[in-house]
């Protein structure tokens, strides 16, 4: 199968990059194998990030959230000690939709 995208993407001029590129399970163990791309072997992850969401591998299917969620409260923390004690509510709800 990845002989085949890879053959795709010579085709449409499409390069696929190895160091960005990752085999994740869903269902049971990893397994030993070790999968190339033209030359360059490709590694095995815990977990992916797609779509901005972090993936992660085990018997069920699971979605991390802890990086969102820091980074939201990141974000309305530095808000926050910005608008410090003069808040106005509508301002407030304002800033925390476009940040």
């Known amino acids: 199968m990845l002989d085949i995208c890879y ?3 010579v085709t ?4 696929f ?10 269902e049971g163990s990893t397994p030993k194998a070790a999968l190339q791309l033209k030359n360059d072997t490709l590694g095995w ?3 992916v990030k797609y779509l901005g969401m972090c993936l992660t591998n085990g018997a069920n299917f699971k979605i991390d ?3 969102a969620k ?5 974000c309305f923390n530095n808000i926050k000690s910005v608008i410090g004690q ?14």
């Open 17 to 26: 990059n190895p160091a960005k590129s990752h085999l994740i399970t869903f």
């Open 70 to 74: 820091h980074k939201y409260f990141g």
């Open 86 to 99: 003069q808040m106005n509510e509508m301002v407030v709800i304002k800033l925390v939709k476009t940040y």
């Open 7 to 9: 053959n795709y993407g």
């Open 12 to 15: 449409w001029d499409i390069l």
């Open 65 to 67: 959230l802890s990086t």
């Open 45 to 47: 992850s815990s977990k």
